[in-house]
């Protein structure tokens, strides 16, 4: 096993940090995005599973907020989207990606759905 010297601890612990930075600013380029940019994302809402345990909801300030059952906040982090794929950092650190195709965003091994969407109401009923 490999045991780190602090300077090379402190250099990962600067790295990680400055990773999850670049992670949580929500862009892939260096310039700050806009309120008008981020509040006007065709993604921005909430998506719930077809049973609506978890409700995940994508915040237009680059935050989103995640519901499990009766437990409020269970997740809480940052996302940045990109073309039709989303990178989440939760507040912990944990990193996670998903893929939206249109109503329905496919995240961690789950389907979510647009609130209120056609799809959504075909999940619901599906589940039934």
Do not use: K
């Amino acid at each position: 096993m490999t045991t780190l010297s602090l300077t090379a601890r402190s250099c990962l612990v600067l790295f990680l940090a400055a990773v999850n930075a670049c992670a949580a600013s929500g862009r892939d380029d260096d310039r700050p995005q806009s309120s008008s940019e981020s509040q006007s994302h065709p993604y921005i809402g909430m998506w719930v599973t077809a049973e609506n345990h978890i409700r995940q909801e994508l915040l237009p300030n680059g935050r989103y907020d995640e519901a499990r059952g009766e437990r409020q906040s269970a997740y809480t982090g940052s996302y940045r989207i990109s073309g039709n794929r989303i990178f989440y950092v939760d507040d912990t650190g944990f990193s996670a990606d998903g893929e939206f195709d249109g109503d329905v965003l496919s995240h961690g091994g789950y389907l979510f759905y647009r609130e209120g969407s056609e799809a959504h109401s075909q999940a619901e009923e599906g589940n039934r």
